[in-house]
């Protein structure tokens, strides 16, 4: 099939959303509707994410976020109206300084570790760094295993030359039982590229609406690499639904589309509030 232009892929996109079925170049699979708190097999991990995520971290730096700002009980009540409302996955990053409130929500079973997949990220590069990070990860949000860890937030292509170094303690303790799967977030469309063909990648965090806001590229370029890359077997996540907030009066656009790519495993969105996520739900609900 000769490649679409942008105005094409979104008329394609649009169609097929509209009658149910995905954009997705694989077999499609026969399945029942998928609701927030539905479970997916994250790529060949065994994970098994909810549909939906939460973020930890909207528009966060030195470890501070909008969910920080909050402050700490309204953050814990957050996190812990996710889990009561079927959310089964939690994005943090060692940048956001979210480890800590994870762990507060998790006190007392009012979070069961063994129900939930904890996703974090690592922003260092060296590996003695690295290995310091997994260790300290596991202590700040008491645990002895991490279930997703990236490198953080890679912006140019050749990373699996430059960081092979901290990849291999990424693997190492991957193999001790630490962390169940390795891969990595992208800021760049060469990186992505990158992310999709390399063997090591387990999980890939992606930027993608129908937009293109706040992507790595045009969305008609992008899906066609998350297809290439959940064909292969690798498990998606799907971030910046709402383009860090520039979107949100096209939310149910957004969730329509990306819900509907069948190489889209969940999605993570950083609610602040608990009303957010009842309101994150019942769109999501009406549109998967």
């Not at 997705?24 to 609701?35: D, L, M, P, V």
């Not at 990070?133 to 860890?149: F, G, M, N, S």
């Not at 993608?208 to 899906?223: L, S, Y």
């Not at 860090?244 to 149910?252: C, T």
């Amino acid at each position: 099939m000769s490649p679409l232009n942008r105005r094409d892929f979104m008329k394609h996109t649009a169609a097929i959303a509209a009658t149910g079925m995905t954009v997705s170049a694989t077999a499609a699979r026969a399945e029942t509707k998928a609701t927030a708190d539905s479970r997916r097999t994250l790529g060949k991990v065994g994970l098994t994410p909810s549909r939906l995520g939460m973020g930890t971290g909207t528009r966060s730096w030195g470890k501070n976020s909008d969910q920080i700002k909050q402050g700490r009980e309204q953050f814990i009540a957050t996190l812990r109206r996710a889990y009561d409302r079927g959310i089964r996955y939690f994005d943090m990053a060692d940048i956001y300084g979210s480890h800590w409130y994870v762990r507060e929500a998790m006190k007392d079973g009012k979070m069961p570790r063994e129900e939930i997949m904890l996703l974090t990220k690592t922003w260092s590069r060296e590996p003695e760094v690295v290995k310091a990070d997994i260790e300290r990860y596991r202590q700040e949000l008491a645990t002895d295993h991490l279930d997703v860890v990236l490198l953080h937030c890679l912006r140019e292509a050749g990373w699996t030359d430059r960081f092979k170094p901290a990849m291999d303690v990424l693997s190492e303790a991957k193999a001790a039982g630490q962390i169940k799967a390795l891969g990595v977030s992208c800021h760049d469309f060469g990186a992505l590229k990158e992310a999709a063909a390399s063997d090591w990648v387990d999980v890939i965090l992606a930027r993608v609406n129908p937009f293109g806001v706040k992507m790595d590229a045009p969305t008609e370029e992008v899906v066609p690499v998350l297809e290439q890359a959940h064909a292969s077997g690798k498990g998606i996540l799907g971030m910046k639904i709402l383009g860090e907030g520039e979107i949100a009066d096209k939310i149910n656009e957004s969730l329509k589309f990306v819900l509907n790519l069948d190489c889209v495993d969940a999605i993570n969105i950083g609610f602040t509030k608990p009303e957010e996520i009842d309101d994150a739900i019942e769109r999501l609900n009406r549109f998967a």
